[in-house]
């Protein structure tokens, strides 16, 4: 029995980012352009022999980038936005100014992937006019054939898709800007075929999001035409991250297979396939092995799956591959020596994730392969059972939960309170978290792990860069301080050190968004506060000066989003886990004069479930996390949040019944739409927009800023207004955040002398 294995995409960035330290070299010109893309090409051959050896048959080309596979999806049809279109056409040059900036342009926007935490840039389509303006999966194609024997599965993120996750455009538009770009994505089709392709993966994830009758029909014109014109070619039309909505129509779509996914499903594409039944004449790429999850598949569960799947459709039908792209997975657990060994056992990542797909393909072809999957499966199931995994005293705290344990003061109390003891001025400034995490900082972080600096050293040089910033923020004249998180690899990954029942790898490495990377921890049990984790270095900063210091923390939803969860147990226990031992840090932090408290969560939307009826229980569990962590304060005790780069017009409600007393909010980077939000919902909390991207090395001018606040002075009142960046500094320069920061408390101070002589007035 012939069962095909296949992979839906392989993560970029290597066992050891080699990708990121590549694109890191270029950006700051230590290598010329050739020797970067010598390095990259080397990295992709690297990529795809790798998946050739571990027995995959249909290999993905055209996965890798070199910044955003929507990027590349856009750049290669001509998607590009006005003020970069003096730029050389399809170069290196524009490639990464759109999603970087230029002294003269903003970035496009990046928001999230879909539930990931994984971010795209936003392609623009006014004044973009559609065409072929590179053929790069062709390139990847005669690369892997020629160069390997590989006759590869290219890749490409589908017209709808593409459109959808597109802005500058109305919605009575869809169906003409989907229409223009397919004679393009035919001609990049064709010359693939001309060049020997057999099969393109077309991955169309909106197709288990909510969709209408109209874009049902817009698939059905888009793949009719394919099917038309491009009948040599053998078309795999790719879902992942849930069910397929409209299923009896897509698979009926005039294609050779269907990717389904038949993890995050939740059952209900099985369940589909058995009432609806499926094509005999398509073949069915069953997303079997989770693309997403860091833990070992039960491979006997994996084979009785399989089974059901084909007792509705004939065995030759089936493709066995992941659930999506191991793009949101680490490349291998081989390097992961520090973690306790019962654990190392129970993960899989992206390479092991691939044996999994061959083992259980193989599976299908001999019966002798039954032991095999059951001992492959057993480290997983002891794992499971470790009764060690559960903390008594937890689950008794969490049985006595209730709605009163997570509620505060009303806002309008707290707010005359909190101005009566801070006395800030109007449009107070602050910075978000982070500041630079120079070469300096992460050479002694590094020496500190190895042993080679002492812990008194390595706390005297944390103490040394704290006091720096907090002298740059006392010149820069900002309102409110941070010590800057010096101490901190990552939002996430430190608290994942520190809280029990939490683990961190050594290398299991994924890509945020562009060569940021980040480890996320491992919830391996139930988790519980240990000691103070942030005190040390917030009391320091405090005594240095005597402005509000706000405490750093990462919030519960961001931790658990932001980490590989557990398989086990519910998130909403997960959620409630976390909760209680952050509320038990700013009870800390409070207790020592800390009170002024931001509780982090940029993953609030980032969770959102892509099911419209499955959102309520999401956010309602959400709200309930975040308010159980921060209702234990006093009135006088202001907490903040923050959020970015995803769209919070749909969550504004949720994210009001937070219940922070300030928020602040990306908005620059999105080129102010947040903005547009506050026009129909009257926000009553204080909130600060944030006034530049601090993701782009560009320096935004004064002029520039105080367009961006008094934009926002529009619909907003300014008593309640902040004045801040879109996010943490940590990935700036030094020059250029004093630079930035000194623009920005300009502007405000502007803007504020204004206001009050208009008020005056």
Known sequence: MNIVTSNTGYPRIGENREWKHVLEKY??????????????????????????????????????????????????????????QSMEEASLEQYFAIARGTDEHVASEMTKWFNTNYHYIV?????????????????LFNEAKYELGIKGKPVILGPVTLIALSKGYENSEFKEKVAELIPHYIKAFQELAEAGAEWIQIDEPILVQDIDQPTIEVFQEVYSRFNKELPELKLLLQTYFGSVERYEEVIQLPVDAIGLDFVHDKGANLEKLKSSGFPSDKLLACGVIDGRSIWKSNLLDKQDQAAKITSYIQPSQLIIQPSCSLLHVPVTTANEKSLPEQLVDALAFADEKLEEVVLLSEAFKSAEKKDELRSYSRAVTEFHKDTSRVN?????????????????????????????????PPLPTTTIGSFPQTKEVRAARLKFKKGSLSEADYETFIQEEIQKWVNIQEELQLDVFVHGEFERTDMVEFFGQRLNGMEVTTNGWVQSYGSRCVKPPIIAADISFDQPMTLKETLYAKSLTTKPMKGMLTGPVTILNWSFERDDISLREMLNQLALAIQ???????????EMIQVDEPALREGLPLKENERADYLANATYAFRLATSSVEPTTQIHTHMCYSE????????????????????????????????????????????????????????????????????????????????????????????????????????????????SK
């Open 648 to 759: 919070f017009d749909e969550i504004i409600e949720t994210i009001d019944a937070l219940d922070a007393d300030v928020i602040s909010i990306e908005a620059s980077r999105s080129h102010g739409e947040i903005i547009h939000t506050f026009e129909r919902y009257e926000y009553q909390k204080d909130i600060g927009l944030g006034v530049y991207d601090i993701h782009s090395p560009r320096i935004p001018s004064k002029i520039e800023m105080k367009r961006n606040l008094e934009r926002a002075l529009r619909v907003l009142n300014q008593e309640q207004f902040w004045v801040n960046p879109d996010c943490g500094l940590k990935t700036r320069t030094t020059e250029e955040t004093i630079d930035a920061l000194k623009v920005m408390v300009e502007a405000a101070e502007e803007v504020r002398t204004s206001l009050q002589v208009g008020t």
């Open 584 to 594: 038990e840090e700013i009870r800390q932090l409070e207790a020592n004069g800390i």
């Open 123 to 139: 392609p623009e389509l006014q004044d973009a006019a559609p065409k072929l303006t590179h053929n790069r999966l062709l390139d």
């Open 392 to 424: 008594v005293d937890v689950q008794k705290e969490l049985c006595q939960l209730n709605e009163l344990t997570a509620t505060r003061a009303p806002f309008k109390e707290r707010k005359e309170q909190q101005k009566k003891k801070w006395q800030l």
């Open 27 to 84: 950006w700051t010109k230590k290598i010329t352009r050739v020797a970067f893309e010598l390095e990259m090409k080397q990295l992709r051959i690297d990529y795809l022999k790798k998946q050739r050896s571990k027995g995959i048959e249909l290999i993905p080309i055209g996965d890798f980038s070199y910044y955003d596979h929507v990027l590349d999806t856009a750049m290669m049809f001509g998607l590009i936005p006005k003020r970069f």
